[in-house]
Nanobody
Framework: QVQLVESGGGLVQAGDSLRLSCTAS????????VAWFRQAAGKEREFVAV????????YYANSVKGRFTISRDNAKNTVYLQMTSLKLEDTARYYC??????????????????????WGQGTQVTVSS
């Protein structure tokens, strides 16, 4: 079992930056690919970014590419999402998720939430104008 806890969310203004953290307990996070998803009110959950076990491979949704950076510190059992140039449309609850096996295989697998075995409770990010 892996327990994931997100932190770092908050209320910021458009153009600001924010760093989210996802810290694991129970098992070492280095055994998992870890992704960030988000869900805005009234909308479906969407993929944001994913990092491979070692952090050497990352993928991003087009909507955040160039603005968000996913990274990991396996020694701290933590994955980060650095968000810059935040926009109103980035407002959502952000979740981290851990998966094994083939989640990194294709666009479809890494963007499909059901391929991830463990989820955190989320942290709210609200961007105001």
């Amino acid at each position: 079992q892996v327990q994931l806890v997100e932190s770092g969310g908050g209320l910021v203004q458009a153009g600001d930056s924010l760093r989210l953290s996802c810290t694991a307990s129970g098992r070492t996070l280095s055994n998992f690919a870890v992704a960030w998803f988000r869900q805005a009110a009234g909308k479906e959950r969407e993929f944001v970014a994913v990092t491979s076990y070692s952090g050497s491979t990352t993928y991003y949704a087009n909507s955040v590419k160039g603005r968000f950076t996913i990274s990991r510190d396996n020694a701290k059992n933590t994955v980060y999402l650095q968000m810059t140039s935040l926009k109103l449309e980035d407002t959502a609850r952000y979740y981290c998720a851990a998966g094994t096996g083939g989640v990194m295989t294709s666009i479809r697998t890494r963007q499909t939430g059901s391929n991830y075995s463990y989820w955190g409770q989320g942290t709210q990010v609200t961007v105001s104008s």
